[in-house]
């Protein structure tokens, strides 16, 4: 089976691209490299033993995608390109919507004109905003979006209804994901982010590091456990193979548009990942209580029995592989992709 993954420079995108080569499909990834390494390639063939194709292109690139779509013909399109700093859509949000949602519009065009009717979206649990009620099922309202970023989310999954509703034979799965965190365990391949980070674990990484001298936990007085935030950490690695089991299901699947959570179900606080991760690291972490971060809900987790049942998927990896493997990649590249 032949896939298209855009953005499988990233982070999400190259665990996909292992767990991919291995179980024997072949993958073809269309970056930017807007905000990715070739060098993450590199990891990916040293991992895998197997060269990985590679074109550096644009999916707003009408021209681009149908060169590519001439030179090759996929059975499926896992959908991973996307901006995704959350501050910075508030900023800046008509680069969002033009990237994701654009960018978007250009990949299905491109994907019609050439019959190819399979595809896997990466969306995000933020598309059930402030959610009602805990567990988070998929049939839990969408669109209480606080932020461009995830607004472009939630218009992509509609737009992807449409086109699936429009299209005879169209199939798509959008994989809300929730918290990926972690590393692949080869410590060669993982999260590097540029600058300073914007989420949890990858600012956890860099104090544990000695690059950043103390972490400041959002709010401490929300309804939870010991009244710091709570999410649904998972490893990236069970993610990317949540990426396998979607795209063995399209061959299966009625068509139209399905939407799946995955995320292992268990909620955890700041202060209990901060804590795990300690041990992991085996040293203490520098922290401090700072005020709530606008636009942060208390509390979000997935039920993830839908993706068990349809997909055959379930979270595998724990806390403790989370973070040793998260460990693992931060202290042998402090310096990500980039020579030290
Ligand atoms: P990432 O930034 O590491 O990967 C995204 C990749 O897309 C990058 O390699 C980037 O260079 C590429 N890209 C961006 N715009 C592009 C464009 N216009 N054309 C071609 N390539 C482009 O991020 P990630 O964490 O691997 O996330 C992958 C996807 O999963 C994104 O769509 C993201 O929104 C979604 N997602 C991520 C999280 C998370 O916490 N990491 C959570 C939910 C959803
Ligand atoms: N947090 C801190 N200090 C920090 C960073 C985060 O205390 O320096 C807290 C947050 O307040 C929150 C928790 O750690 O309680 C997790 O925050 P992240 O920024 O790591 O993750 P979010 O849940 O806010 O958002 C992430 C992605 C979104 C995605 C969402 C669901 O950034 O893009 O998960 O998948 F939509």
């Excluded at 959610?131 to 606080?146: F, K, M, N, R, Y």
């Excluded at 965190?181 to 104090?207: C, F, K, R, T, W």
């Excluded at 939407?259 to 990942?273: M, W």
Aim: aromatic fraction near 8%.
């Amino acid at each position: 089976m032949k896939v298209l993954v855009t953005g499988g420079a990233g982070y999400i995108g190259s665990h996909c691209l292992v767990e991919l080569i291995q179980a024997g499909f072949e993958p073809v990834v269309f970056d930017n490299l807007s905000n990715a390494s070739r060098e993450s390639m590199a990891r990916v063939e040293q991992i895998t033993g197997q060269t990985v194709s590679f074109v550096q292109g644009d999916i707003r690139d009408a021209q681009a995608l149908e060169g590519l779509f001439t030179a090759h013909r996929f059975d499926a399109v896992l959908h991973l390109a996307g901006l995704k700093a959350v501050g910075e859509s508030v900023a800046k949000p008509l680069t969002y919507y033009d990237n994701n949602v654009v960018g978007t519009v250009r990949l299905l065009e491109a994907m019609t004109a050439h019959g190819c009717l399979n595809i896997v979206f990466s969306s995000s649990a933020t598309v059930y905003g402030d959610p009602q009620t805990l567990p988070i099922d998929e049939a839990q309202p969408v669109g209480g979006t606080t932020n461009p970023y995830g607004t472009s989310k939630y218009q992509i999954e509609r737009m992807l209804g449409d086109w699936a509703a429009a299209t005879a034979s169209a199939r798509v799965i959008a994989l809300r994901y929730f918290n990926p965190v972690g590393a692949h365990p080869s410590g060669l391949i993982g999260e590097d982010p540029q600058g300073i980070p914007n989420n949890l674990m990858p600012y956890v990484q860099q104090v544990a590091a000695g690059k950043l001298a103390c972490l400041s936990v959002f709010g401490d007085d929300y309804d939870t456990i010991d009244g710091t935030g709570v999410r649904d950490y998972l490893h990236v690695v069970d993610l990317a193979r949540g990426h396998l089991a979607a795209l063995n299901k399209l061959a299966q699947m009625d068509p139209g548009k399905t939407a799946v959570n995955l995320g292992t179900g268990n909620g955890l606080s700041v202060l209990q990942l901060i804590h795990a991760f300690e041990a992991a690291c085996g040293a203490p972490l520098a922290y401090k209580v700072a005020p709530r971060r606008p636009g942060d809900i208390a509390a979000c987790y997935a039920d993830p029995r839908f993706a068990q049942r349809w997909l055959g998927w379930s979270a595998t990896l724990d806390l403790t592989a989370m973070c040793e493997d998260a460990w693992r990649w931060q202290s042998t590249n402090p310096s990500g992709y980039s020579p030290a």
